[in-house]
């Protein structure tokens, strides 16, 4: 992987974005990396815009500041894109991945001054067919972990295994699904052609 | 061998009061240090430890209650931040002025107003003056490591006052990072047990604490303390070398980064010293000599040290988060530019205010500090008034 | 500092002679503190009048009235200041308060 690799989340109160920025900090550290996730915290509510981070490196991480110019960015909530700008300082190098289930070039529209790669994947029925519930989360760990190749992929699954094993240790039905849901993420999310 | 972990800082904090395992822990919620009594009590409540969890009804008597279970005999902690602080002003001064070796972790948080939930440091550097040892963190593995020292620190037999650890509410509080823990019976060997030389629970030696105490009396009661201060720079120093024997990781008053040969240089406290030390690798990259000079002990202020640090220094910054009202800078500004004066040094020094509640400070911000500071040597002006680094004009 | 050396601390002690945080160690030491000097007023006992009746001891907010087989005493004047509530307090005229110590 390249040095440093730092990740914005978009999300709304509610839908697990700081969740995610620490999942993913928690799995890159499960494969010795150095890693530092955070949100923005704010008054908070449901359904208020909010931004966390994941920053991942090789090397000690000592900067404390928020990401202003991010690698990749994740938004957890299509209608975001439009009402917050989704990629400031985003580089163009890097991507956006939405959960979305819509056209992705609609999204593409809203944001046409980003040159970079636009994906989307419809994490809210992904989980909803493997986990039962929309709980967007963890497809789009997957997603952007295929589209960032900031780690293995195998490893990654593997790494979550694990993890599932130890959270739902008095519900392992559920770990089966979710493992479907990482897997179904990564086959799913899809670059949008110009 | 330390285990290797990925905490923020309030489970990090919250680990090391674990691994204490102190007889008392007496505390009142307020954000951002709610997390470290909530992941205690669970532990608690869980059986992990034996530590006798007081909930109170404000910050006031948190501080009063760790004040009589010490005075009892009992090793007696809590944690607050921001407003929390204030309420326990009073009691903080009770605390220092009856010896009882306190720990508390602060999280630091703008003491309003207007009401505001992020880091800066008003909190704490308003109560830097009520006779507490005051350290400071960069990261979460110094909150932690910390802590640790901290109890030995103040419940050394020739230092006897309270200690607060403080770190940055939500940068390091709420941040994720790796970190490297001790094992429980390392923690648990290097505190030790407390057992307070005289105290009011003992079963034979019955005593008094806290009597009226008369202008004939005060001022050597006072001058006891400021003793007890000064021992406890020997103290701060034993406990960092016994603490970098068991775990390899070496803390001083103050921490030198690039100072050797720096003609730029800024004083600066928490998180944002994490942030400095990048942009000054940044800066060196590009031909500019910078350093910095971070304060991790801040009472006993290490007044030598600092001197002795910036006496190659060109010109200098001292970083304050905190407004001290002065029409001049905060109290780094101030305490520093005396350490400055005290030892002689004619160094020209520029005093900044940056990153109050939460104002996000990058590493853009910390070049500006710099390039404030190649002006003031390319023209030898130096600003007569104090700047703020960040804010809108 | 040893416990006994309590009573030597006067305002002419240094800070290194003085106990920490202004401690007072053992117990009932106020009786080394003679406060009857403090007396503007004092009280007189009628042991003739009085009913034993022991209203008035437990009211002294200096100990000064001491007991023994339900039966009080006259006055501790080493540590009575003179401050009259046993007087207040005497049903029966056994007490009376007069000018000076």
Sequence with gaps: ?194 | MSIKERLSGNEAVAIAIKQINPDVMAAFPITPSTEIPQHVSTFIANGEIDTEFIPVESEHSSMSACIGSQAAGARSMTATSSCGLALMFEMLYIAASLRLPITMPVVNRALSGPININADHSDSMGARDAGWIQMYAENAQEAYDNLIQAVRIGEHKDVLLPVMTCQDGFITSHAVENIEILEDEKVKDFVGEYKAEKFLLHKTDNMSMGPYDTSAYYMEHKYQQAVGMENARKAIEDVAADFAAMSGRKYDYIEKYKMDDADFAIVIIGSSAGTAKDAIDELRHEGVKAGLVKIRVYRPFPEQEIADALSGVKVVGIMDKSEGYSNNGGPMGAEVKAALYGNGRNIKAVKFVYGLGGRDVKIESIREVFDNLIEVEKTGNVPAHYQYIGLRR | MKDNEMKNISPNSTYQEMTPAGNIYGSGTSQMFNTGDWRTATPVWAADICKQCLLCFPVCPDSSIPVSDKKRADFDFDHCKGCGICFKVCPFGAITMKDGE
């Design chain 1, 1 to 194: 992987m390249n040095e440093r690799i730092e990740i914005r989340w978009h999300g709304r109160g509610g839908q697990g974005a700081k969740t995610a920025s620490l999942l993913l900090a928690d799995v890159a550290f499960s494969q010795g990396l150095y890693v530092q996730g955070f949100p923005e915290y704010g008054p908070e509510r449901m359904g208020a815009p909010i931004t966390a981070y994941t920053r991942l490196s090789s090397a000690p991480i000592r900067v404390h500041s928020n990401i202003y110019e991010p690698d990749y960015v994740v938004v957890m909530d299509e209608t975001l894109v439009g009402p917050v700008d989704v990629t400031a300082g985003l580089s163009k190098d890097g991507a956006i991945v939405i959960n979305s289930s819509k056209d992705p070039s609609e999204l593409a529209a809203l944001i046409s001054d980003y040159a970079g790669r636009v994906y989307t994947v419809d994490a809210a029925s992904i989980s909803m067919q493997t986990i039962g519930r929309n709980i967007p989360n963890t497809p789009l760990l997957a997603a952007v972990v295929k589209v960032s190749g900031a780690m293995d992929e195998t490893i990654f699954i593997e790494n979550m295994r694990h993890s599932f094993e130890h959270k739902f240790a008095d519900k392992p039905e559920v770990i089966e699904g979710n493992l479907k849901a990482l897997k179904m993420a990564m086959e799913e999310v899809h670059l949008y052609e110009r």
